[in-house]
T-cell receptor, first 113, second 115 residues
């Protein structure tokens, strides 16, 4: 099946640091979504991107839809302990089965106070 | 709105037993999905539905059946549970926007252990 390459797999940072993670694919996507999952919970939608080149913010989070439509990144500024969790990217393919999403395997973020 | 709810939250089964997981959404979404999440594997799509009375196979459908008799409910069944089906199961629903974009909203999950 389709794959999204999400990196890094894990990050250990100090409170206050900025964080950057990204997803890449060989396929073109119509939509990029970023989710956060906390332990014992379901993924929660953070940001949705719909246009190539689009840059969208949600508080301290900023995400961009790559110009080639094959990648996206998520930045978190001034991290705090409650940012801990697993961040997933997901993409909606531009053709064929577009009602389904393709998910990355996640970036596990640990923030040390 | 409760969003997406799942029943039960936890379950332990013996090999060969059957069970049904229930997903309900109150957002009037057309599309519903069942995923399983295993360590290091991310989210894998089991089955999905594009509307009441329809179902389709996802990436890992073997050993599971689904039904969508009502728009708000999506049931996932295990006819004969196997230890390989030990996992956390998530239901999601989405609305198709005018431009054919889909944002999926997830339930809290069901943790299933098969011994």
């Amino acid at each position: 099946g389709q794959q999204l390459n999400q990196s890094p797999q894990s990050m250990f940072i100090q409170e206050g640091e900025d964080v950057s993670m990204n997803c890449t694919s060989s396929s073109i996507f119509n939509t990029w979504l970023w989710y956060k999952q906390e332990p014992g919970e379901g993924p929660v939608l953070l940001i949705a991107l719909y246009k190539a080149g689009e840059l969208t913010s949600n508080g301290r989070l900023t995400a961009q839809f790559g110009i080639t439509r094959k990648d996206s990144f998520l930045n978190i500024s001034a991290s705090i302990p409650s940012d801990v969790g697993i961040y997933f990217c997901a993409g909606q393919l531009s053709q064929g089965g577009s009602e389904k999403l393709v998910f990355g395997k996640g970036t596990k973020l640990t923030v040390n106070p | 709105n409760a969003g997406v709810t799942q029943t039960p939250k936890f379950r332990v089964l013996k090999t060969g037993q059957s069970m049904t997981l229930l997903c309900a959404q109150d957002m009037n979404h057309e599309y519903m999905y069942w995923y399983r999440q295993d360590p290091g594997m991310g989210l894998r799509l089991i089955h999905y539905s594009v509307g009441e009375g329809t179902t389709a196979k996802g990436e890992v459908p073997d050993g599971y059946n689904v039904s969508r008799l009502k728009k708000q409910n999506f049931l996932l069944g295990l006819e004969s549970a196997a230890p390989s089906q030990t996992s956390v199961y998530f239901c999601a629903s989405s609305l198709r926007t005018r431009d054919y974009f889909y944002e999926q909203y997830f339930g809290p999950g069901t943790r299933l252990t098969v011994t």
